[in-house]
């Protein structure tokens, strides 16, 4: 529950946020909250630079093959898609009951992902 | 029973609809949130997983760069990107306690969604003009699905988001805590279909 | 039972049974006064778009039922061409003369019917029934919650599946007809196919949305709104059932959606997502780009129609777990490894899709590893039917008619189950695919399986929603006419299908040197069972809608008590037969032991009720009793 004598900004509306604190709530503190604003303008800075790396990569090796070109750029975006599952959506401290459900998702998404290259792999007669 | 039990007068007050259920550690909308987001990776996996197929079983792929709008895409990038952290800004003011800079916060992030939209209208009518439609190639017609499915996405978030701009703000008067995990919850969503653009646009633009 | 235990009323002793009858009449007082005092809702919130999960469960099950007539209806028509194909019907008039000039039912005509026998019976019909009608009534319930998670979100998902189904019977009248690709809807025939089609896709996007609405409610509900006390190991079967259930829908269904956008980018777009380069149709080459791939949609459709089949069987598995545990007074023989197995049923569901498709070109190590799954996926659904045919050992069984349905699922579901092994190996699929013994196959598992199941929870849980029971000999009638019927109409499909008959033929396959014979020998037969089927419902229709109209006049059957089946789980122990319009439970219950205490030795009755705190104390007849403390804090 947020500390109603640290907001003494204009505008603040501190009523009903006294009290009823929870022990199990993920309430933080008015510095935690300002620390994760820091942490959330630095994964933004750290996405712009990927983004650019990723057009400049795109740029840097259109000479090479296509195989290496979607390697490496599917790397930069599932780093993107790190920074912004763990931080934006804070998955990195996040409760069990959520983890358990993502990782049974990303079973079943592996599962579904592999059905073109089942597809391909073993036609009929090879 | 909760102070404000008492607003919703009829209405019948669901445990944990607020306050984290002790031994989970989550609200209901927040294990809801995310269930409806893995129901997502499954349909956008399923797009993936055929525009993987229809590719690799194609004798040849048109490619992206060669006649889309990369700078554009670029752009549209960074302006997904941005509206995200706008989100979470907005969500941690609320934390705090300031109504007023949440919903400036969360009017930057319409407003870069709408951005976002025009842009894409734009590099759609472009398609059209050169006479580049669904049913040209199996790329177009894989790009315009996707693209277009995201952009119905982006089109939902800023209804939300609107909604709880304008008549959603009265919540905070009593249930302030509510309201913030309502931007919480909408942030995830929009979280979630700012990382489909992170995959889309390298897939589409730059393969 | 003669025990009539006293408690105390505030400051007076009162015989339980008479104290739980005031306290009712208490209750409904009250609720009349509220209903005085503004907080009446209005008729349209209460009935049309209520947002109470009991409510929503009686709209989806009556909407569902009547789905399943009218499917049994479109079969029925379908099984008087194929029992005497070609000759004039009066009721096929009904059809029109564009689909049925002079009573003769034409092939497309026919082709429709299938294709929306099928669509009905299973997206419209079963899934409905099992998880919106059943799930919602009972899951809230049994697991002590006063309502779902998301009420309103419980509201929109009743009404984005009555659209989606009045789309569905609209397309009907779509020029060219409804939909005739069958219920699998492949391309490109289905691509080609008359503009029904389009409206069974947009049908198709309501009624996934909806199943995904439903499906996280009722995880959110299940895993946040359980009682205190009440572990995962202390559900009752049923709600195992559903939980797995709900994980199946929300995460099969997505695949379908995207396939079911392709397929309309494809129709109404003009693009080439499942058309091959070089198609000729009627003669004339299309002027599409192809390049596309059929067995795309192929993939996609089964990832999700897989898990689809253990949508339609978990719940009645649940359902018949749930019966036979109360109508043999004893525990779930193996309830842990049943738990078990239905978990890992439900996970394997998901890799064991392309075993329909061994017939499209799929190499012999693609095969042998779906072939491998499929052949892992029978081994805990044997677990399951084992451990409930076990169940029944030393029982001393109540035969009720819920306990003869239930009891009829265990043999139906074990033909089907066991049928279908062929049908997953590779070498037997080649000649019994597509044939009638493919058709024979999952309809023992849905029709005389799932549908028993059905008619077996709604004899048992009638008294819950309404406060009377249905007739019981009306109920045995209903039983033993559907049952041989039923096995009259699908034994003989094996016999025709390993004589090599194939399905979906016109007229059964008269036209056929090989199928001739077998077929002019069963199908008139299989077609009088079918009507006599039909006329087995009649029985069950009437005595469903007199005491349903009866309880909503409030006759109710005041002797029947709020447990007529003296059961264990909190829906009947915890609450009152109907339950509190708002709320559910007077006051939240709190769970103390498993869901099956039955014939517990040494207790002095032969049911201790979940949420009951000491093992000796017998629970009182006619519901638990509740201090007047319950009726101060309804007043709140």
């Known amino acids: ?126 | 029973m909760d102070a404000h039990a008492s607003v919703g007068h009829a209405e019948l007050e669901i445990p944990y609809n607020v306050h984290p259920r002790p031994d989970t550690g989550v609200y209901n909308a927040k294990l809801g949130v995310w269930l409806f987001l893995a129901s997502e990776v499954m349909l956008f996996g399923a797009l993936f997983s055929s525009l993987i197929l229809l590719r690799t079983g194609a004798e040849s792929w048109p490619r992206g760069y060669e006649f889309l709008n990369v700078k554009l895409a670029t752009f549209n990038t960074f302006i997904l990107i941005l509206s995200s952290v706008t989100v979470v800004m907005a969500w941690s003011h609320l934390r705090l306690g300031n109504l007023k800079k949440g919903r400036i916060y969360i009017s930057a992030t319409v407003l870069c969604a709408l951005i976002f939209l025009t842009a894409k209208a734009f590099e759609y009518s472009h398609e059209f003009h050169e006479h580049r439609f669904p049913k040209t190639n199996n790329f177009l017609a894989i790009y315009f699905t996707m693209t277009g499915l995201h952009g119905l996405h982006i089109l939902g978030g800023v209804i939300v988001f609107l909604y709880f701009l304008g008549p959603g703000a009265k919540m905070w008067l009593h249930e302030a805590e509510r309201y913030t995990n309502r931007i919480e919850v909408v942030g995830l969503y929009w979280h979630f279909v700012d990382l489909v653009w992170i995959f889309l646009f390298p897939i589409l633009y730059l393969m | 039972m003669g025990l009539r235990r006293q408690i105390r009323v505030g400051s007076q002793w009162m015989y339980a049974d008479e104290a739980h009858r005031a306290l009712r009449e208490a209750l409904r007082v009250m609720d009349d006064e509220q209903a005085g005092h503004g907080h009446h809702q209005s008729f349209i919130r209460r009935y049309v778009f209520s947002t109470d999960h009991k409510w929503i469960g009686i709209q989806y099950g009556f909407t569902a039922l009547c789905f399943l007539l009218l499917g049994f209806c479109l079969m029925i028509l379908m099984r008087l061409q194929l029992g005497w194909p070609g000759q004039p019907f009066g009721v096929m008039k009904l059809l029109g003369e564009l689909r049925a000039p002079g009573g003769i039912l034409l092939p497309e005509a026919y082709n429709q019917l299938g294709a929306m026998h099928g669509t009905i019976m299973i997206f419209l019909g079963i899934v409905p029934l099992a998880v919106g009608a059943f799930g919602n009534y009972l899951v809230p319930l049994q697991i002590g919650a006063p309502d779902m998670a998301f009420p309103k979100l419980n509201m929109v998902s009743y009404w984005c599946y009555l659209p989606g189904g009045l789309i569905m019977l609209a397309s009907f009248f779509a020029p060219g007809g409804t939909a005739q690709s069958g219920w699998t809807s492949y391309p490109p025939l289905s691509v080609i196919a008359s503009q029904g089609q389009t409206w069974w896709l947009v049908g198709m996007v309501f009624l996934i949305t909806s199943s995904l609405l439903g499906s996280v409610n009722f995880i959110v509900t299940i895993i946040q709104l359980r009682a205190k006390g009440l572990s995962y190991m202390r559900f009752p079967f049923f709600v195992h059932a559903q939980f797995v259930t709900s994980f199946l829908l929300l995460l099969a269904f997505p695949p379908l959606e995207a396939a079911a956008v392709l397929q309309l980018m494809d129709r109404v777009a003009g693009t080439s997502f499942f058309l091959p380069s070089g198609l000729v149709v009627s003669g004339t080459a299309l002027t599409n780009a192809g390049g596309g791939n059929p067995l795309l949609w192929q993939h996609l459709f089964w990832f999700l129609a897989h898990p689809e089949v253990y949508v339609l069987i978990l719940p009645a598995m649940g359902i018949v777990a749930e019966i036979i545990a109360n109508g043999t007074r004893k525990p779930l023989w193996g309830y842990k490894s049943m738990v078990f197995a239905t978990v890992f049923l439900g996970f394997m569901s998901f890799v064991v899709w392309a075993h329909h498709m061994f017939l499209t070109g799929m190499g012999t190590t693609i095969s042998a590893f779906f072939q491998t799954t499929t052949m892992i996926i029978s081994i805990p659904s044997v677990i399951i039917l084992s451990s409930l045919f076990i169940s029944l050992w030393g029982g001393s069984i109540r035969f009720t008619t819920p306990m003869m349905f239930a009891l009829a699922f265990l043999p139906m579901f074990g033909i089907g189950g066991l049928t279908g092994l062929p049908l997953g190996l590779a070498a037997a699929d080649i000649h019994l695919h597509d044939t009638y013994y493919v058709i024979g196959h999952f309809h023992y598992v849905v029709a005389p399986g799932t549908i028993f199941a059905m008619f077996a929870g709604i004899y048992y849980w009638f008294p819950k929603a309404t406060g009377r029971k249905l007739n019981e000999f009306w109920g045995r009638v209903h039983f033993w006419i559907s049952f041989v019927c039923i096995n009259g109409i699908f034994f003989p499909m094996f016999a025709q299908g390993l004589a090599g008959v194939s399905r979906r033929l016109y007229d059964g396959g008269m036209q056929y040197q090989h199928a001739k014979q077998i077929a002019s020998q069963t199908n008139p037969f299989m077609s009088i069972c079918a009507i006599g089927l039909l006329v087995a419902q009649v029985p069950f229709i009437f005595n469903f809608f007199y005491n349903a109209i009866a309880a909503a006049f409030g006759n109710r059957d005041e002797g029947l008590g709020s447990n007529p089946w003296e059961a264990t789980t909190m829906e009947w122990a915890a609450t009152t037969s109907p339950p509190l319009a708002h709320g559910n439970f007077e006051v939240l219950p709190v769970v103390y032991r498993g869901p099956y205490e039955y014939s517990v030795p040494g207790s002095a009755v032969d049911f201790i009720p979940q949420h009951q705190a000491e093992t000796a104390e017998p629970a009182p007849r006619g519901g638990v009793l509740l201090p007047t403390t319950a009726v101060a804090m309804r007043e709140n």
Do not use: C
């Open chain 1, 1 to 126: 529950m947020t500390d109603p004598a640290a907001a003494v900004e204009a505008g603040v509306d501190v009523h009903e946020h006294a009290g009823v604190g929870d022990p199990n709530a993920h309430h933080h503190s008015p510095e935690q909250i300002r620390a994760e604003m820091r942490v959330y303008l630095a994964v933004f800075a750290g996405l712009g630079v990927l983004t650019a790396v990723t057009v400049g990569a795109f740029y840097a090796l259109r000479s090479f093959p296509v195989r290496t070109a979607i390697i490496v750029a599917l790397i930069i975006a599932s780093i993107k898609g790190f920074l912004v599952a763990g931080f934006f959506m804070h998955l990195l401290s996040e409760k069990k009951v959520i983890y358990g459900i993502l990782i049974l998702t990303v079973i079943f998404f592996i599962f579904l992902m592999t059905l073109p290259f089942g597809h391909h792999a073993n036609p009929f007669g090879s």
